[in-house]
Structure formats: structure tokens, C-alpha cells
């Protein structure tokens, strides 16, 4: 289809990753499916997009969301399935950052406490 981009590196050196020539007919059609399904800045190629923008440019990111749906609708023929993608739910719903709690002595032996743990505190005569 002509979407695949090259990754040619040799001793540190990029060579050129443009998309090939091919697919003069497939490519067009998902680049404009994609351009469609970026509208929905909600949607799920709509914030691979976003994110892929951020780091890529415009025309690099459609490529990338043409040959995801490219990739995608081959599965999905393939195995006769659903497009469920399955990191679309960590888009939708992202976990909050975990806050980490300060330890002091009162709570570590309240933890240990809580273990099962007999503490007592030494005190100095």
C-alpha cells in the first residue's frame, strides 16, 4: 500500500525514510480516511493523531494514522473481528499520578501495627 515507512540507520547515520511510490490508488484513499477520522479530536485516531503531531509534524502523523487503520483493517479482515483497539480505554480513562507518602516514625509503626507486628518503643533511661 505504500505507507510503511523505512528505518535505514547505518553507524549512527539516518538515511531517508520517505513512504514508497506504491499503492498510487490505496494510499490517497486512507490518507483521506484518516484526515476524516481526525476530526474527532475525541476518538481514538484522533488523539493517536494529537500525539503523534506533537512529536512528527502534520504529514508524518497521517501517514501514521493511514497505515494504523490500514493495519487495523487488515485484522480486522483477517480474523473476522471488531475494531477494539486495546489501549483505548487508557486514553479515555488515564490513572492519576500515584502520590508518594512521607514516612515518619509514627506511621511506620502504625503500619507495623497493622501487620501484626508487636512494636514498642524504646525509651532512653
Same mark, same amino acid.
Given at each position: %500500500?505504500?505507507? @510503511?515507512?523505512?528505518?535505514? +540507520?547505518?553507524?549512527?547515520?539516518? =538515511?531517508?525514510? #520517505? !513512504?514508497? $511510490? ?11 480516511? %484518516?484526515?476524516? @477520522?481526525?476530526?474527532?479530536? +475525541?476518538?481514538?485516531?484522533?488523539? =493517536?493523531?494529537? #500525539? !503523534?503531531? $506533537? ?71
Amino acid at each position: %500500500a505504500g505507507l @510503511a515507512p523505512a528505518n535505514n +540507520e547505518s553507524a549512527n547515520k539516518k =538515511k531517508s525514510v #520517505r !513512504i514508497s $511510490k506504491a499503492g498510487q490508488y490505496l494510499k490517497p484513499l486512507l490518507v483521506q480516511c %484518516a484526515l476524516g @477520522a481526525i476530526k474527532d479530536k +475525541e476518538g481514538y485516531f484522533g488523539i =493517536k493523531y494529537s #500525539r !503523534i503531531k $506533537k512529536r512528527r509534524g502534520h504529514k508524518k502523523a497521517i501517514i501514521a494514522i493511514a497505515r494504523m487503520m490500514l493495519v487495523s483493517i487488515y485484522h480486522m479482515i483477517l480474523t473476522g473481528g471488531i475494531f477494539n483497539p486495546s489501549d483505548y480505554e487508557s486514553f479515555k480513562n488515564p490513572k492519576p499520578p500515584i502520590k508518594q507518602q512521607i514516612l515518619t516514625e509514627e506511621s511506620a509503626i502504625e503500619f507495623l501495627k497493622k501487620s501484626g507486628f508487636d512494636v514498642f518503643k524504646l525509651t532512653k533511661p
